[in-house]
C-alpha cells in the first residue's frame, strides 16, 4: 500500500470528525457504499496535501515499523538555549509528545537567544533521519496541516494554543492533564520552552525513548559531520588528544558573576552584560564566593595546573572546543605554555572551510559536539549543558573517559598551592578529589523533591547503559 495513503487515512481517521477509528491496512478491499464515500473523501484530502506539496517523509529509508496509533493532536514545541540545552530538550519532547500519543511537529529552534543564530531543525540536524528513526513511537510531521492551521490561528488569538509546560514534571502531568485538558481538547497544543521540563527519572521504557532520540534519531547533518570528522582525523592523525571544553567564554562569566583573574573593566563589563539580560535574575553576584563554592568555571589558569595535577602530558593535544575565549590569546597565555599543543577548529582548518559555519553558533557548536564525543579525554571546565550532555552521550558510547572536575575541592586546593602548599601535596590532592570521577559506570544520585540537585539523567542516563 502506498505509504502516504495509508498515512493519510490514519491521519482522517484521527483528526476528522473526532471519532477515532482503527486504520485498516485492507481497507480498499472491503466494498461498502460508506467506505467508498470514505474513500472519496480521502482522495479530496489528498489533493489538498499534494496541491501543497507537502511530504510527510523523504527518501531516507524507512528501517522502522510505522507505529499506529490514535493522536490526540499535534505538539509545536519552541527549544529554548543554545545547542545542547535544546538537544536534551527535543528529546523530552519526544518522550513527552509519544505518551501524550501526539503528532509532533519538527521542533523549532531558539533564534532569540544570546547566540542569535537563525538556524533552524534542518540545518543541524538531519531531519529526515529524525523522522524516521522514530517511526516506530511517534509520529513527526514537518508543519502543521492546511486545514489546522486555520483552528491554529484561532487558538492562538483566544490565548488557548501557547503554554510553557512545568518544569521537572513527571510524565504523569503530561499524560494525565495536558493531554485531555489542552491537547484532545483542541487537536493543536504548543509549548514555549523546552528546558528541563522532565523530570530526571521515570518509567524505563521511557527513559530508553529519550536515549534512543538523543544517540539515535538527533544526527547532524552531513555538512556538519563532514567538518566534523576533518577534525577528528587531523587530530587523530598526530595521536591522542584531549577535548578541553573551556567554558571561559563571556557569556558564562557574566551569567555566573564570577571574575577571577579579570581586571576591573573587564569585570564591569562583565556586570553591565548580566544586567543587561532580563531572563538572568540573579544580579548582585560576588565572585569570590560563588567561586569557593565551586561554582565558577574554571579558569585557563586553573585548568592548566589541573591538568598537571592529573598527569596530562605536556605534549599531548589539547582541542579548546569553546566560542571567543574572555580575554582571548592574552588569557590563554598559561594554558598555552603549559600545553603549547593547544588548538582551536579555527587553527586546524583554513578559513574558507569553517566559512558556511561561522556565523551560526550552534552549527559551530554542533562541530565541536563531535570532536568532544570522539576524544580520548574529555573535561569540561563547567557543567553547564555541553559537559552534561557530552558526558552522557560518553558513557553510552562505552564509558570514554570524561573527568568530572570537583571544582569546589580544585579552588581550595589552588588558592593553597598559591600561599603554601608544594606541588607533590597539590598534585596528591587533585588527584584525591578526582579518584572516582572519570565518567565510569555509577548508579545516578536520586533527590526526590531536588531535581536541580540530583544528577541529570542527561549526564548518566543509566536505564540505557549496561552497568
Ligand atoms: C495513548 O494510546 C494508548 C494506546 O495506544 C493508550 O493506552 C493511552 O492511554 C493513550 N494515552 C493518552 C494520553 O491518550
Ligand atoms: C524565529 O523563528 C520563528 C519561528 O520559527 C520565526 O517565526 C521568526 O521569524 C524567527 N525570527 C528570526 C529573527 O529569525
Ligand atoms: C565576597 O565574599 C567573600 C568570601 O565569602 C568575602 O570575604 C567578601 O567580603 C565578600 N565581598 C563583599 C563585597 O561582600
Ligand atoms: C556573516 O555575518 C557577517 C555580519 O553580519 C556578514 O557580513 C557576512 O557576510 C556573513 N558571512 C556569511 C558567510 O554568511
Not at 2 to 29: I, V, W, Y
Not at 90 to 95: G, K, L, S, Y
Not at 356 to 379: C, G, H, R, T, W
Not at 401 to 422: E, G, H, M, S
Amino acid at each position: 500500500m502506498d505509504f502516504k495513503n495509508e498515512k493519510l487515512l490514519r491521519q482522517s481517521a484521527t483528526m476528522g470528525s473526532g471519532r477515532a477509528r482503527k486504520p485498516n491496512p485492507h481497507f480498499a478491499m472491503v466494498a461498502q457504499t460508506a467506505l467508498a464515500v470514505a474513500v472519496i473523501w480521502v482522495f479530496c484530502v489528498l489533493l489538498v496535501h499534494v496541491s501543497h506539496s507537502r511530504r510527510f517523509y523523504a527518501d531516507a529509508p524507512l528501517a522502522t515499523p510505522l507505529r499506529q496509533y490514535y493522536s490526540n493532536g499535534y505538539l509545536i514545541v519552541s527549544s529554548n538555549g543554545g545547542l545542547n540545552q535544546m538537544r536534551s530538550g527535543i528529546c523530552d519532547m519526544v518522550a513527552i509528545a509519544r505518551y501524550m500519543n501526539a503528532t509532533l511537529v519538527v521542533p523549532q529552534l531558539d533564534n532569540t537567544s544570546l547566540w542569535q543564530d537563525p538556524s533552524k531543525f534542518e540545518d543541524i540536524f538531519d531531519v529526515d533521519h529524525f523522522i524516521n528513526s522514530l517511526r516506530d513511537e511517534i509520529e513527526i510531521v514537518k508543519e502543521i496541516p492546511p486545514e489546522m492551521q486555520q483552528i491554529q490561528i484561532q487558538l492562538e488569538m483566544e490565548k488557548h494554543l501557547s503554554m510553557p509546560p512545568r518544569s521537572w514534571s513527571d510524565i504523569s502531568y503530561y499524560t494525565d492533564q495536558i493531554a485531555p485538558e489542552r491537547l484532545k481538547k483542541n487537536k493543536i497544543l504548543h509549548f514555549e520552552k523546552t528546558d528541563n521540563r522532565l523530570a530526571n527519572n521515570g518509567p524505563i521504557e521511557m527513559q530508553k525513548l529519550r536515549c534512543k532520540a538523543n544517540y539515535n534519531a538527533l544526527k547532524f547533518t552531513s555538512p556538519i559531520e563532514k567538518i566534523g570528522s576533518k577534525v577528528v582525523k587531523i587530530l587523530r592523525d598526530k595521536g591522542e588528544f584531549l577535548v578541553l571544553h573551556l567554558r571561559y567564554e563571556m557569556d558564562m562569566l557574566a551569567y555566573t558573576g564570577c571574575n577571577e583573574g579579570c581586571s576591573v573593566e573587564e569585570a564591569n563589563d562583565l556586570q553591565a552584560l548580566r544586567y543587561s539580560v532580563p531572563w538572568w535574575k540573579k544580579k548582585n553576584i560576588n565572585s569570590t564566593s560563588t567561586r569557593l563554592q565551586g561554582l565558577c568555571p574554571m579558569t585557563p589558569e586553573e585548568t592548566a595546573l589541573t591538568l598537571k595535577a592529573l598527569g596530562v602530558d605536556r605534549e599531548t593535544q589539547i582541542y579548546i572546543a569553546a566560542g571567543n575565549i574572555y580575554g582571548g590569546e592574552k588569557r590563554l597565555a598559561s594554558l598555552r605554555a603549559a600545553y603549547p599543543n593547544l588548538v582551536k577548529k579555527e587553527k586546524l582548518l583554513p578559513p574558507y572551510e569553517l566559512l558556511p559555519f561561522k556565523n551560526y553558533s550552534s552549527q559551530m557548536a554542533a562541530i565541536d559536539y563531535m570532536v568532544s564525543l570522539e576524544s580520548d579525554i574529555f573535561f569540561p571546565t563547567y557543567g553547564g549543558n555541553m559537559a552534561t550532555l557530552v558526558e552522557g552521550h560518553r558513557r553510552y558510547l562505552g564509558f570514554k573517559k570524561t573527568i568530572q572536575p570537583n571544582q569546589k575541592a580544585l579552588v581550595n586546593l589552588i588558592d593553597k598551592y598559591r600561599k603554601d602548599l608544594n606541588w607533590r601535596e597539590f598534585e596528591a590532592g587533585v588527584k584525591k578529589a578526582h579518584a572516582n570521577r572519570y565518567g565510569n559506570p555509577v548508579r545516578r544520585r536520586v533527590m526526590p523533591e531536588k531535581p536541580k540537585e540530583e544528577d541529570y539523567f542527561w549526564s548518566n542516563p543509566q536505564e540505557c547503559l549496561i552497568l
